[in-house]
């Protein structure tokens, strides 16, 4: 379902959320203190202004007043000042919120005062990453933010019987090989490590990149 969403902070996080929006199809509303990192989205969102939340908190009041927004994400992990001010504005007008936050303690006060949800980025993204590396049988995508992903994906005919340094994808495709899953067990990717059919691969790299390796891998 499409929806209206308002996104307070740009920074790379904030824009992280507001390229997976886009992508998906909603409608995004962007406020930033700074021209530049609004410029930055202006082809993806349907309006935005520039506004310093904490020293005009009234002008944001007044815009989430006149728009009907479905779902805010404050973004401003530095200004925790302004995340506070930005939530509580958000929960008072019975508006969803995500925030993200730079501590746990942080995290704890942003809950508290009614976020109904907190966003530790950088260690969140880190568990996923983990959790994906030790678990072979888990999810085959994990999108990041700015347009990264990780993906697991079958050794096909085009990799199969060549070395990594004969097949020299970093700089061939931009793509990383984290780990290759050998007989039931993984290995850490060397130079002299070989690919065989059956191996399955996590691999790291910008989705707009992912899909020419993958048609050379399976390409006959």
């Known amino acids: 379902m499409k929806k209206s969403v308002l996104v307070i902070g740009i920074g790379r996080f904030g824009r992280g959320v507001i390229e997976g929006l886009y992508e998906k199809g909603h409608d995004i509303f962007a406020v930033d203190a700074h021209e530049e990192a609004l410029d930055n989205v202006r082809n993806m969102i349907v309006s935005g202004a520039i506004l310093d939340v904490a020293e005009e908190d009234d002008e944001l009041m007044r815009i989430i007043g006149e728009k009907n927004f479905d779902e805010a994400v404050v973004a401003m992990g530095e200004d925790f000042e302004g995340a506070l001010i930005a939530t509580h504005i958000l929960k008072e007008a019975g508006i969803p919120v995500s925030v993200k936050a730079a501590t746990e303690r942080r995290g704890n006060v942003l809950a508290k005062m009614g976020a109904d949800r907190v966003v530790f980025p950088e260690r969140d993204i880190g568990r996923r990453l983990a959790h994906l590396i030790s678990n072979e ?64 691969m996590i691999v790291f790299g910008r989705k707009d990149k992912m899909n020419l390796f993958e048609k050379e891998n399976f390409r006959d």
């Open 137 to 200: 049988a888990v999810i085959d995508l994990l999108e990041l933010p700015r347009g990264f992903v990780v993906e697991q994906m079958d050794v096909g005919a085009r990799f199969a019987g060549q070395t990594m340094a004969e097949l020299d994808i970093p700089r061939r495709f931009g793509i990383y090989i984290l780990l290759i899953y050998q007989n039931n067990d993984f290995v850490q990717p060397m130079a002299s490590t070989r690919l065989h059919l059956g191996d399955k």
